[in-house]
């Protein structure tokens, strides 16, 4: 018999279902005897769902308390500046997003990787003299989050490892993690402004290591590295030959005493991948587009690198349309008085809320120098009713209704972040309340009475 021929049972006395006999290479196999069938449902979460773990809301999901109803809730444990209505975004740049609607060219889909015209104007605005760009070495993302998503996805391969600063933004464990990826914590120091412990840093790299995060300003704490700082951080990667993803979505967000210096225009050795979006500096996080900037002057990623985003893009249809096409009014329809202003009130409340902080025994705030938060160290030993900093924001909740993030979100336990967006008169009240509480609640610790004394 010929393979590939189906036969048909002519008997006339057919059974319900068709006797259907496939003759494959002369063999016959029966439907009704299939292999490996099921014999019940078993449906179950992949591996990547198991793995994924985001801790802020591990931590904050677990919350049970009740803020005190008494009070009116004072939320400084929320990254997203719209929130109080209080720093809205440029009109220049809700009418780009009008016209880009109304012009009807933005509905279709768009490449991948973004509209050519809208990676040129990404291009041309971050283009250095020290760190060219051109409109290939520009993808545009769902965000900033799904930058960092496709760099990671790109640079290691389950197995490997990453280093990511302490305390860090939670969402590049949370991105490793699910794809099987080691995560290294380094160590940023608070007496000396977060700066990175370097030899902590390069001890921890091996032949695993695809790549150091570097988030510069940084979230959770403020900071912003000095140009020597970032050097040295650069000749550990150059040393060690590891790729640098420098998250910099807070680089334009730097107060007047500070100066962000973007990574790759310190070095033509390291190939980095720059992630940033709209989000902070334009005030609009919901709108959801980011970049990756490529920087490889020695042609160390190679096409090879380039090609593995583009095919990582290919799995979504790219961000959103419309925004690409108002991008070019928003890049250069936005007056600088808007950017000046932000930053104006963001100081004006980083310094209020450091000042205020800063005189509440028991507390050690860090100085911020820009992004939108503030770290503050609890001295446990003269909170001895709170086992850690959990309890400490949790209480802070039930007794003054006044939400802050235990930086054990970030891997850093013993301080809180504070963002510090809030409306300056929430702000104030804020810290009356906090300054409150540690009054409350603070006990000399043993052998140091003299010091509470005075």
Same mark, same amino acid.
């Given at each position: 018999?010929?393979?590939?021929?189906i036969?048909?049972?002519s008997n006339?006395?057919?059974?319900?279902?068709?006797?259907?006999?496939?003759n494959?290479?002369?063999?016959?196999?029966?439907?009704?005897?299939m292999?490996g069938?099921? &014999?019940?449902w078993?449906?179950?979460?992949?591996d990547?769902?198991? #793995?994924?773990?985001?801790?802020?809301?591990?931590?904050?999901?677990?919350?049970?308390? #009740?803020?005190?109803?008494?009070?009116? &809730?004072?939320?400084?444990?929320i990254?997203?500046?719209?929130?109080f209505?209080?720093?809205?975004? +440029?009109?220049? *740049?809700?009418?780009?997003?009008?016209?880009?609607?109304?012009?009807? =060219?933005?509905?279709?889909?768009?490449?991948?990787?973004?509209?050519?015209?809208?990676?040129?104007?990404?291009?041309s605005?971050y283009?250095?003299?020290? $760190?060219?760009?051109?409109?290939?070495d *520009?993808?545009?993302?769902s965000?900033?989050s799904?930058?960092?998503?496709?760099?990671?996805? *790109?640079?290691?391969?389950?197995?490997?490892?990453?280093?990511?600063?302490?305390?860090?933004?939670?969402?590049?464990?949370?991105?490793?993690?699910s794809?099987?990826?080691?995560?290294?914590?380094?160590?940023?120091?608070p007496?000396?402004s977060w700066?990175?412990?370097? /030899?902590?840093?390069?001890?921890?790299i091996?032949? =695993?290591?695809a790549?150091l995060? *570097?988030?510069?300003?940084?979230?959770?704490?403020?900071?912003? !590295?000095?140009?020597?700082?970032?050097?040295?951080?650069?000749?550990?990667? $150059?040393?060690q030959?590891?790729?640098?993803l420098?998250d910099e979505?807070?680089?334009?967000?730097?107060?007047?005493?500070?100066?962000?210096?973007?990574m790759?225009?310190?070095?033509?050795?390291?190939?980095?991948?720059?992630?940033?979006?709209l989000?902070?500096?334009?005030?609009?996080?919901?709108?959801?587009?980011?970049?990756?900037?490529?920087?490889?002057r020695r042609?160390?990623?190679?096409n090879?690198?380039?090609?593995g985003?583009v095919?990582?893009?290919?799995?979504?249809?790219?961000?959103? &349309?419309?925004?690409?096409g108002?991008? /070019?009014?928003?890049?250069?329809? &936005?007056?600088?008085? !808007?950017?000046?202003?932000?930053?104006?009130?963001l100081?004006?409340?980083a310094?209020?809320?450091?000042?205020?902080?800063?005189?509440i025994?028991?507390?050690?705030?860090?100085?911020?120098?820009?992004?939108?938060?503030?770290?503050?160290?609890?001295?446990?030993?003269?909170?001895?009713?709170?086992?850690? +900093?959990?309890?400490?924001?949790?209480?802070?909740? $039930?007794?003054?209704?006044?939400?802050?993030?235990?930086?054990?979100c970030?891997?850093?336990?013993?301080?809180?972040?504070?963002?510090?967006?809030?409306?300056?008169?929430?702000?104030?009240?804020?810290?009356?309340?906090?300054?409150?509480f540690?009054?409350?609640?603070?006990?000399?610790?043993?052998?140091?009475?003299?010091?509470?004394d005075?």
């Amino acid at each position: 018999m010929d393979p590939y021929v189906i036969q048909m049972n002519s008997n006339s006395n057919l059974p319900s279902v068709l006797d259907v006999h496939v003759n494959i290479g002369g063999r016959s196999s029966v439907s009704g005897k299939m292999k490996g069938r099921k &014999t019940r449902w078993s449906v179950k979460p992949s591996d990547m769902s198991n #793995k994924t773990f985001n801790p802020i809301r591990a931590i904050v999901d677990s919350t049970k308390v #009740k803020p005190n109803p008494n009070k009116t &809730t004072i939320a400084l444990s929320i990254g997203d500046p719209t929130v109080f209505g209080n720093l809205p975004t +440029d009109p220049e *740049v809700t009418q780009a997003m009008k016209d880009a609607l109304d012009s009807g =060219k933005y509905n279709g889909y768009a490449p991948s990787t973004g509209y050519l015209s809208s990676r040129e104007e990404i291009a041309s605005y971050y283009h250095r003299p020290e $760190a060219p760009l051109e409109a290939k070495d *520009v993808i545009l993302t769902s965000g900033c989050s799904q930058a960092i998503e496709l760099c990671l996805a *790109v640079l290691a391969n389950p197995g490997q490892n990453i280093l990511v600063p302490r305390p860090g933004f939670s969402l590049y464990r949370t991105l490793a993690e699910s794809m099987g990826i080691e995560i290294k914590l380094y160590n940023l120091l608070p007496e000396k402004s977060w700066e990175v412990d370097l /030899k902590q840093l390069e001890s921890l790299i091996d032949e =695993k290591t695809a790549c150091l995060v *570097v988030n510069n300003p940084s979230n959770p704490c403020g900071s912003v !590295f000095s140009k020597s700082h970032l050097q040295k951080i650069l000749a550990v990667a $150059a040393r060690q030959c590891v790729p640098i993803l420098a998250d910099e979505i807070y680089g334009d967000m730097v107060f007047s005493d500070s100066k962000f210096e973007p990574m790759a225009t310190l070095s033509s050795n390291v190939p980095i991948l720059s992630c940033g979006g709209l989000a902070k500096r334009w005030l609009v996080p919901g709108w959801r587009l980011g970049w990756i900037l490529i920087h490889d002057r020695r042609d160390i990623f190679g096409n090879e690198i380039r090609d593995g985003l583009v095919k990582l893009s290919q799995r979504i249809m790219g961000p959103c &349309t419309i925004v690409q096409g108002a991008l /070019k009014s928003i890049l250069h329809r &936005t007056p600088q008085e !808007f950017y000046h202003n932000t930053l104006s009130f963001l100081k004006s409340n980083a310094d209020l809320c450091y000042s205020a902080l800063a005189g509440i025994p028991g507390l050690r705030p860090v100085r911020p120098s820009g992004a939108m938060y503030l770290m503050v160290g609890i001295e446990m030993e003269h909170f001895p009713e709170f086992e850690n +900093d959990v309890e400490f924001t949790e209480r802070l909740i $039930a007794e003054q209704s006044i939400y802050c993030l235990p930086a054990t979100c970030f891997e850093y336990p013993n301080f809180f972040r504070v963002v510090i967006t809030v409306p300056k008169v929430m702000m104030l009240e804020a810290c009356s309340r906090i300054q409150e509480f540690c009054e409350l609640h603070y006990h000399c610790a043993e052998g140091s009475q003299e010091e509470c004394d005075k």
